[in-house]
């Protein structure tokens, strides 16, 4: 209720000073006549000032009198008839009131549309404990399968060719149960086939014959399953499968893109996008991540609070590299500075034109130093640091940039 009160009273408070301005301005109009008469009665009393002094006589001050006085008395026959610009105070009334009830019922409709009515303050501690509660509380896999097999989609119907050999590769599997090979490639064809719970069950199998030499790709292929299974969702029991892959391989690319999900789907946009971002900008444009990423990021970004610019499709990491610096290592020093030169001033004019990720902004900052140009390292860095203020992951990455072109102590 003091809610409703208070944006109830500050509607009200802006209505009343709209409106009081449209009453205001017809109170302060005054008609031309009223200017003309306020001139000639200075006329008037400049007159009696020129007889006091000298500079004209009684007979021409009277004659200049009469004059002045005629045209007083012209000028306010003429008062009233002059009302350009001056609406009605009827039609002054009525704007006021149609600003009263723009300004008060739109702000109160706008909040019932866009807001959030009867919701309490949801403070960052309280935020982060209700989003780890309904990630511990979320569905598990055999539920969420329940309620996507309804909103499957309708897949096209495999050739009878493709089936036939399916079917053949399911019972060469049957009789030969410890075959990896076999196993692996019967749980790809499942899932092109859409049975996805078939396929990831034997994909566990598979795991379970390779045992130890089982890898980050064999546990990632896993998840990948099991969430087309679950209609996109990531389950407790995928996630604990992508930490299974994430511990053999930190890099691996699909763990990564559903370890990002997963918390995009709990709550967590600001951990999403920091494990998207730095998946993104460490991967090729034509990894199979890459497109879902892109089409989700800006919208994370937006709910994580990030200032965030999509890099150019297929654009990747421009500038000089690393291997770039390395291999003008032969060359001799002119040309070899040329090159890296040209290449920094590519990238430094599409950084101040178009933006750019952080890894880009450190890797200018790194050729800068390479350069020995630190001035300009200098002025990059502290640019960067203005563009990556909100974003801890992208300012600690030019920040570390900087420390390795001697910067920063």
Sequence with gaps: MTFWLLITALAAA???????????????????????????????????????????????????????????LDADRQRGSDREGLAPQWANLAAAAIVGVIVLGG????????????????????????????????????????QAAAFQPDIPPPSEEYVALVERLRNTVAARPEDARGLELLARNEAALGNFKTA?????????????????DNFADLADMMVLAAGGYVSPEAEAVLGQALSRDPNNGPARYYAGLMQAQNGRPDIAFDIWRSLLDASSPDAAWVPAIRAQIDDVAARAGRRYQLPPPGGGLRGPSAADI?????????????????????????????????????????ALGVLGDTGNAQAIWSEAQGVFADDSAGLAEVNAAAERAGLRE
Excluded: F, N
Aim: charged share 30%.
């Design 14 to 72: 802006v209505a009343a000073l709209l409106a009081a301005a449209l009453l205001r301005h017809r109170r302060l109009h005054r008609e031309r006549a009223d200017y003309d008469i306020a001139v000639y009665r200075e006329q008037l009393a400049a007159v009696d000032e020129d007889v006091a002094r000298g500079v004209i006589t009684p007979e021409a001050a009277e004659r200049t009198r009469i004059e002045v006085s005629r045209r007083i």
């Design 200 to 216: 990831y069950e034997t994909q566990e199998r598979l795991i379970g014959v390779l045992g130890a030499r089982a890898d980050a």
């Design 107 to 146: 702000s109160v409709g706008l909040y019932l549309a866009q807001g959030a009515p009867g919701y309490g303050d949801l403070p960052l501690k309280e935020r982060l404990a209700t989003s780890e509660e309904l990630r511990k509380a979320r569905p598990g896999q055999a539920e969420a399968e329940a």
């Design 326 to 366: 390395a291999s003008a290592q032969d060359m001799d020093e002119a040309d070899r500075t040329a090159m890296i030169r040209g290449m920094v001033e590519g990238l430094s004019d599409r950084l101040a034109s178009q933006g750019g990720t952080a890894a880009e902004w450190a890797r200018l900052i790194t």
